[in-house]
């Protein structure tokens, strides 16, 4: 069974550009999430889809964005790109959201560097 | 609010050698507790989980056991490899987000 598959692996940018992250959860998973593993800042969550809803977000600006598409799969938008958006994007995937003891499984991630 | 506590790394050990990482957790309600592994240049792999107290996660010779007493979720394995040389991270699943909040993680390096 192919696990949660993100692209593209690696993402180079330049300040005030935009960037698009994409993500496919594990077949019959419906729960997205994604985090962001910043240097220095561990990893910290961002945003929570499921059914195509957006659940929650994390303490990140609005300029952090996304969606859920019918089939599940993910993007992740970063508008207006900073030099300390440069990190590793991680997405994960859970069964629905029935109760927080679901395991998340996560991807290989996308590394984004802002020049 | 939520939060993971792991002990600060490096941790250098020899091979055979027996692995303690210690994990506490401040949290509201009742968290399920996971240890997640990150190889180099790779994701995160689920290592285990426990989702209730006193509950023993294990996998691959890691154990941990879900300890409300002293909230905590300390990591063991009898005797390591080189092969598990990586960054361990210690979550908690919040019960009302589920969204995972991790420990700052903690590398270890396995010498032969």
């Known amino acids: 069974e192919a696990g949660v598959t993100q692209s593209p692996t690696h993402l180079i940018k330049t300040r005030g550009q935009q960037a698009t992250l994409r993500c496919s959860p594990i077949?019959?998973?419906?729960?997205v999430y994604w985090y962001q593993q910043a240097l220095g800042l561990g990893l910290q969550f961002l945003l929570w889809?499921?059914?195509?809803?957006?659940?929650n977000r994390g303490n990140f600006p609005p300029r952090f964005s996304g969606r859920q598409f019918p089939n599940y799969s993910s993007e992740l938008n970063v508008n207006a790109l900073e030099l300390e958006d440069s990190a590793l994007y991680l997405c994960?995937?859970?069964?629905?959201?029935?109760?927080?003891?679901?395991?998340?499984?996560f991807g290989p991630g996308t590394r984004l560097l802002v020049l | 609010g939520d939060s993971v506590t792991q002990m600060e790394g490096p941790v250098t050990l020899s091979e055979e050698a027996f692995l303690t990482i210690n994990c506490t957790y401040t949290?509201?309600?009742?968290?399920?507790l996971f240890w997640y592994v990150q190889y180099p240049g790779e994701g995160l792999q689920l290592l285990l989980k426990?989702?209730?107290?006193?509950d023993k996660g294990s996998n691959k010779g890691f154990e941990a056991t879900y300890r409300k007493e002293t909230t905590s979720f300390h990591l063991e394995k009898g005797s390591v490899q080189v092969s598990d040389s990586a960054v361990y991270f210690c979550?908690?699943?919040?019960?009302?987000?589920?969204?995972?909040?991790f420990g700052s993680g903690t590398r270890l390096l396995v010498r032969p």
């Open positions: 426990a989702t209730k107290a006193d």
């Open positions: 889809y499921d059914e195509g809803e957006e659940r």
């Open positions: 077949s019959g998973h419906t729960s």
């Open positions: 949290a509201t309600g009742y968290p399920s």
């Open positions: 979550a908690l699943s919040d019960s009302s987000s589920y969204k995972l909040i």
């Open positions: 994960a995937s859970s069964l629905e959201a029935s109760g927080h003891q679901e395991t998340q499984y």
